[in-house]
């Protein structure tokens, strides 16, 4: 495989990406820091297909990434092959609105093949490659210049491996008839709305133990306003406000901007100060959570009692076993609050009743639940038995 220097041009990016747009797959990786930035700030792109390989600076003065994300995002006739990708789009999706498509995720594929929910990339790489990743460059400050040639060389090596591991993870998909159970799991990591943050869907994401439609209206008002400052001035939330205080706010929120000062984890300053007008501004205009915006409950287990709750967590257990038998991650086979909903009473939109998940797993799943299957002990072995058959 043929490797290009760091590419820091126009001309040459765009002669880059003109031969991998014939490609029928190209493995993509990037560099970011987050740490101090509400948007990650991209600091290395790198490419390849089975020819060649690349890593291109972002940060080049003059650098036109037209080529390059259009590539990503428009060409339908290359795939777009990533190791646990997640962050990796979140970044394109950023750029330009779009996420690539059609998508790969090895880490998803991995699951599929019995190696585990969550495999680290150098595990995978060691899996099917016997090559030990060095990992000296892994904490490096991507977004220093000049970067040396250790560390282009170990950011460049995270697209050139994944490119040998992909063909044969996809034969390996082949033969054991899996490849179209991802389908569903990769188109899902390929819509936009998952990397989308909406300011309105923001309090969400913020714990608090009550379900008073007034606190959670405010909740609802102060999340907004705090995910628009921390976007406005490309800072961390957590910089802006803390989750706690929000909640803190939205259970006892201040009279007057003055109050401020009171309130732990605030400056005393925004007792006068235009962020803290702003944050009153957000309080008093906060109105009461609407009905239907009302979370339940328990999110987590939607109208389970404790028989409910007895029952999910068999659903878990026979999870398990079936993952164990077929050499799958469970993850991949079913989640948490599908199990949970299924114990509850649902029978309908649940991943794990529809198409081979359905086959796999859900078709007992459901006769656990309904008293045609049960628990067995053979040999020592637990294994499901058909109560007609016991």
């Given amino acids: 495989m043929h490797v290009h220097p760091l590419i820091t041009d126009s001309a040459t990016l765009a002669n880059l990406c003109a031969r991998l747009a014939d490609a029928p797959f190209v493995t993509v990786d990037t560099e970011f820091m987050r ?187 102060i999340a907004r306003w705090r995910e628009l400052e921390a976007q406005g001035k490309d800072l961390p939330r957590g910089r802006i406000v803390k989750d706690e205080t929000l909640g803190d706010l939205a259970g006892h929120p201040p009279r007057r901007q003055a109050d401020l000062a009171k309130v732990r984890g605030l400056s005393q300053t925004w007792a006068s100060n235009d962020i803290g007008a702003r944050l009153m501004a957000a309080i008093e205009g906060a109105k009461p959570l609407s009905s239907d915006e009302m979370p339940s409950r328990d999110d987590r287990k939607p109208g389970l009692g404790k028989d409910g709750a007895l029952v999910a967590d068999l659903l878990k257990l026979l999870l398990k076993i079936r993952a164990r038998d077929i050499d799958v991650a469970p993850r991949l086979l079913a989640r948490s609050d599908d199990l949970e909903a299924l114990a509850a009473g649902a029978r309908s939109n649940l991943s794990i009743l529809d198409g081979w998940r359905f086959d796999q797993f859900g078709r007992d799943a459901l006769d656990l639940v309904e008293g045609r299957l049960a628990f067995a002990v053979i040999n020592g072995r637990l294994k499901m038995t058909r109560t007609e058959d016991a």
């Avoid at 339908?76 to 996420?99: C, M, P, S, W």
């Fill in 35 to 221: 740490e101090s930035t509400y948007y990650p700030e991209l600091c290395l792109i790198q490419i390849a297909d089975t020819e060649e390989a690349a890593a291109i600076d972002p940060k080049a003065p003059g650098l036109d990434m037209t080529p390059l994300l259009e590539l990503l995002t428009e060409n339908e006739d290359v795939l777009k092959v990533f190791h646990a990708g997640g962050q990796d789009i979140e970044i394109i999706y950023n750029l330009t609105g779009r996420t690539p498509h059609p998508l790969f995720d090895t880490q998803v594929a991995a699951m599929a093949l019995g190696q585990g929910e969550q495999i680290g990339y150098s595990n995978l790489v060691d899996s099917w490659l016997g090559i030990q990743v060095d990992k000296g460059a892994r904490f490096t400050d991507w977004s220093r210049r000049p970067l040396d040639d250790r560390q282009v060389d170990y950011a460049i090596g995270d697209v050139t491996h994944l490119s040998d591991i992909f063909p044969r993870m996809l034969e390996q998909l082949k033969k054991t008839g899996r490849g179209a159970w991802l389908d569903q799991e990769m188109e899902r990591l390929a819509d936009p709305a998952n990397y989308a943050n909406d300011p309105d869907m923001a309090w969400k994401r913020v714990r608090v133990s009550s379900r008073k439609a007034d606190v959670l209206g405010r909740l609802k008002a």
